[in-house]
């Protein structure tokens, strides 16, 4: 997964909107962000909070990714046309990996 831009400067929001602006994101057709911060709500992301309606999903930084957060995030992509290839687990158990500040995106191949 790709990396958004760090800037103590910006908000999530704007780091994650820049991202989606750059070279890096051409390919990208639909996204969906999930992160513990606010990306809709609030004063400071009324200028970008149409961009992400319907494209963020807030994980509780208390409990981490649950299996509802990862269902809404996927249920985000096919809602903008991005069907899942991934496999299945027979359990529904997430696999567990490093967690990083990323934005997840279906591409165009």
Not at 3 to 26: F, V
Not at 51 to 73: I, N
Request: a negative charge.
């Amino acid at each position: 997964m790709p990396i958004t831009p760090i800037r103590e400067d910006w908000s999530r929001q704007q780091e994650i909107h820049e991202w989606l602006k750059s070279e890096e994101a051409t390919h990208v057709r639909a996204w969906v962000a999930l992160d513990d911060l606010e990306l809709v709500e609030g004063e400071g992301n009324a200028e970008l909070a149409t961009k992400f309606q319907s494209r963020a999903v807030r994980v509780e930084p208390s409990r981490g990714l649950t299996m509802q957060d990862a269902q809404l995030a996927v249920q985000l992509f096919r809602a903008q046309g991005c069907a899942s290839n991934a496999k299945s687990q027979p359990d529904g158990v997430l696999q567990e990996g490093p967690i990083r500040r990323s934005t997840s995106h279906c591409s165009h191949k």
